[in-house]
């Protein structure tokens, strides 16, 4: 039997939104609790996000539905 690979790859983007809403509203109160806030910092200033590390969580997602999809499917 062949994987759903289109169920793959939703399940994969799902998560990927799941966790970047999540980081999103709560990674500010995350980063506060660890200090690890800069205090020069201005309080309203964004930076750029950071793509290697969005990409890099989106194939481990990828990864980890096509396991998960793998271990259902036998």
């Not at 506060?32 to 806030?37: I, M, R, S, T, V």
């Not at 590390?53 to 396991?67: G, I, N």
């Amino acid at each position: 039997m062949q994987p759903p690979y289109l169920a793959i790859l939703a399940a994969a983007i799902a998560s990927w939104i799941f966790g970047a809403v999540w980081y999103g509203v709560f990674g500010r109160a995350w980063a506060a609790g660890l200090d690890l806030l800069r205090a020069d910092a201005a309080e309203g200033s964004r930076s750029s996000p950071p793509v290697f590390a969005l990409a890099l969580s989106f194939v481990a997602e990828l990864v980890m539905s096509a396991m998960l999809a793998g271990a259902l499917i036998h």
